[in-house]
């Protein structure tokens, strides 16, 4: 064949050939915005790979997602993507779950845009149980605009806005999903990969509101301030820190201090989804508009 | 006319007198207009819109929900509409302000909704059961950054039903959130009412029909292609400046070309945006333009001031933004004075004030003390001021 | 017809893609043989690729997709 011919089968591609994460990505759009070393890029990545396994349609899949670093994610995937108001993703994505039951719906939220400007509705989407997979990058900082403190800075840590050490406890987001009614909490980190794509994964298949907390590093706006310098050193920090469920529950909190507890902390499928349960609604008032 | 409600909508609808409270009529509006998506947070004086939706959206298979605010609200509304759904949310002043930010971002990124919001005095708690048109220049320019709005207000009960109509099918054919004005006494009242009985108006500005439902309505040119979620084309929805392709963009030229046309959609359908009833037409020697309840007195006055000698034009405006620019610019050709009553300190009449004083004295009669303007109100003022210019 | 598998299995190996990768090192760092090199300013490499036991630490862990697996 001459230079420059193509047939059609050689354009069709091959259907055996494996899926790599490129499917889901809009590849034209790189390099992305992210620093060299930040972790977001690797949760994202996992989470595709998730979509791999589960072979998400980008048309039934809907991604929404805040303000910030992590959110820029969304500009990256080719799903339904929404890059939506800071802080607001949930409730968007409570209007597009409870319009459209069918979608897959996948939200995508920082530490700061998840859990203080969008806390309240955090909260409430966790109470709702609507199905609706929350993956929320914690890298303790608002890395966008410049690294000040976020509420997963910790205490004594440093930020723009705290120059002489933040005073200020964190949340413990796992546990106050978990209180707030999210029937799947799972915590992963940037180094645990293999466990975070398999967490995420069953996180979305969970029938009803899952909530993932991808711990990871920012070299660039937090590492610069707070010990250990660099991205190599940050991740190998996650690694000591990480400590699966199941050797956490024998540790006393003493022990337990500054460590990262991984793993599925919570699950019950006891709670019906909001979705579904509105359905069941609409049913009966079907039913009685007949009789 | 067979009214389609359901059996559960009969109990909302006293039958015997047909009674129906603004509010009430508002909801019924946005049921027949085909909303079936409702997000709200109660606030008085606009929950009675919520309540009804609560009844009724289930019945006709819609979705109801009860947010945590109305920042909530109204994100949740912009994501129904972001997959095809007819939306809608109502609140009221302080809820309003929570809304701002989101309904810039319905702005930039062309999603359709209707923000109804029953207007308290204000600021802050102010007097919740009070009426007011304390938000007219909220509803204008209360979100940030350069951009477009459409605003309209109603009158009486009946407006509540067609204005709310009118809303949403401006909403789906301008893909942009709209907003309706109601004074709270326009909310709270009961009327007689039916949609036939507001089918019987009739606008100057055109032989717009509301009975008629207006579900997808063609949208206009200048409006980018919709990004409907859940579709072949699964795509990309942005609050930054963005391209053809939903995608962001630096691009200087870029930039403004999208914040042009977004203000050029408005623009150029003036026409058919511009909702107003002219009453006594060149008649005049002075005239009052209104809105929400001070019109309905000043088309009170109309009879009041021409007994007493005082022959007068009354513009009876259902939109406030965009401006009608040639319809108050004409008017001011022909007038020595405008009158216009509001129950705020004059937001409207510098807008007013601004097209016309070329032409004509604007006059702006503000009431903030709780209580309505009355037609006597403005036939006495008209009074005073054609006493003034008689004998300047 | 049976085709004859050769008794080597062939091996996916690490390539890096220039175009996506930032030089932030954390391929090497994850890599359990020491087997990836990062010169400074530049793509990673593979230094013993018969050390490589295809285990994709690397491209699991790359934060800008760059890492994809081949045979060689």
């Given at each position: 064949m001459a230079e420059g011919e193509s047939s059609v089968a050689e354009q069709e591609p091959s259907v055996a050939e494996p899926r790599t994460i490129d499917h889901y990505l809009h590849t034209d759009r790189f390099p992305h915005i992210w620093c060299p070393g930040c972790g977001l890029g690797t949760v994202t990545a996992a989470f595709l790979r998730a979509a791999l396994e589960l072979g998400l349609e980008k048309d039934r899949t809907v991604v929404v997602a805040g303000i910030g670093c992590s959110s820029r994610a969304v500009g990256y995937l080719d799903f339904g993507t929404v890059h939506s108001i800071h802080g607001r993703a949930l409730a968007f994505a409570t209007g597009i779950k409870m319009a459209h039951p069918e979608f897959t719906v996948i939200v995508l939220t920082g530490d700061g845009d998840g859990a203080a400007i969008g806390g309240n509705h955090l909260i409430h989407a966790c109470r709702r149980n609507l199905d609706i997979t929350t993956i929320l990058f914690n890298n303790n900082t608002y890395g966008m605009t410049g690294g000040q403190a976020s509420p997963q800075t910790g205490m004594g840590g440093y930020a723009t806005t705290a120059?002489?050490?933040?005073?200020e406890p964190s949340f413990d987001l796992c546990r106050l999903a978990e209180a707030a009614g999210a029937t799947y909490v799972a915590r992963g980190t940037s180094y645990g990969v293999r466990q975070l794509q398999k967490l995420i994964r069953d996180g979305i298949t969970h029938p009803g509101f899952s909530f993932i907390e991808a711990v990871t590093q920012c070299p660039t706006e937090y590492g610069k301030r707070n010990p250990p310098k660099g991205p190599v050193q940050m991740l190998e920090n996650l690694k000591e820190k990480a400590i699966s469920r199941k050797k956490a529950e024998g540790m006393t909190p003493e022990e337990l201090e500054g460590r990262i507890v991984t793993g599925l902390l919570h699950r019950d499928e006891s709670v019906p989804e909001l979705t579904a349960s509105y359905a069941r609604m609409l049913e009966r008032i079907r039913k009685s508009a007949d009789e | 006319m067979e009214l389609w409600y359901t059996h559960l909508m009969r109990e909302t609808?006293?039958?015997?007198?047909?009674?129906?409270?603004g509010n009430r009529a508002c909801a019924l509006g946005a049921l027949d207009a085909g909303v079936r998506f409702f997000a709200g947070y109660p606030i008085t004086p606009s929950s009675e819109i919520m309540e009804v939706m609560a009844r009724e959206l289930p019945a006709v298979g819609g979705v109801f929900m009860q947010m945590e605010d109305e920042i909530a609200s109204i994100c949740a509304c912009i994501g129904a509409s972001l997959t095809g759904e007819i939306s809608m949310t109502a609140t009221s002043g302080p809820g309003f302000s929570l809304m701002q930010e989101a309904i810039g971002y319905a702005i930039m990124a062309e999603a359709p909704t209707v923000i109804v919001n029953v207007m308290r005095m204000g600021p802050s708690t102010g007097r919740p059961t009070t009426p007011s048109q304390g938000d007219v220049m909220q509803a204008r320019w209360g979100t940030h950054g350069d951009h477009p709005a459409i605003v309209l207000a109603a009158s009486n009960v009946a407006d509540m039903y067609r204005l709310t109509i009118a809303a949403v099918r401006f909403a789906q054919r301008f893909r942009m959130p709209v907003i309706v004005l109601a004074d709270e006494i326009v909310g709270h009242m009961r009327e007689s009412f039916s949609p036939e009985i507001a089918g019987r108006y009739r606008l100057t500005s055109g032989?717009?029909?509301?009975?008629e439902t207006y579900i997808h309505p063609e949208m206009v040119r200048e409006v980018h292609p919709p990004h409907e979620l859940g579709t072949l084309i699964h795509p990309h929805v942005t609050g930054l400046i963005h391209d053809e392709t939903g995608f962001p963009t630096n691009d200087p030229k870029k930039s403004e070309q999208f914040l042009r046309e977004l203000h050029d959609k408005v623009v150029h359908h003036r026409g058919e945006l511009c909702l107003y009833d002219v009453k006594n037409v060149g008649k005049g020697r002075v005239a009052v333009v209104a809105y929400g309840s001070c019109a309905r007195s000043a088309r009170a006055a109309l009879k009041l001031a021409e007994q007493e000698g005082i022959p007068v034009e009354v513009l009876h405006l259902y939109?406030?933004?965009?401006?009608?620019v040639e319809i108050i610019q004409e008017l001011a050709r022909r007038v020595e004075f405008i009158l216009i009553p509001e129950l705020n300190l004059g937001q409207y009449a510098r807008e007013v004030r601004r097209l016309a004083e070329n032409w004509t004295t604007v006059v702006s009669m503000g009431r903030i003390d709780g209580n309505l303007i009355t037609p006597r109100d403005i036939v006495d003022r008209l009074a005073e001021l054609v006493g003034k210019y008689e004998s300047a | 017809m049976k085709s004859t598998p050769s008794k080597q299995r062939v091996r996916s190996t690490p390539r890096f893609d220039s175009a996506r990768c930032k030089n932030c090192g954390l391929c090497a760092c994850v890599c359990p043989v020491a087997s990836i090199e990062v010169p400074a300013s530049e793509v990673p490499i593979l230094l013993e690729p018969d050390k490589c036991t295809s285990c994709r630490s690397c491209e699991f862990i790359c934060p800008d997709f760059a890492v994809t697996m081949a045979k060689a």
């Open positions: 120059p002489f050490g933040f005073d | 609808i006293d039958q015997d007198s047909l009674l129906v409270q032989d717009f029909d509301f009975t939109t406030l933004f965009p401006l009608p | -």
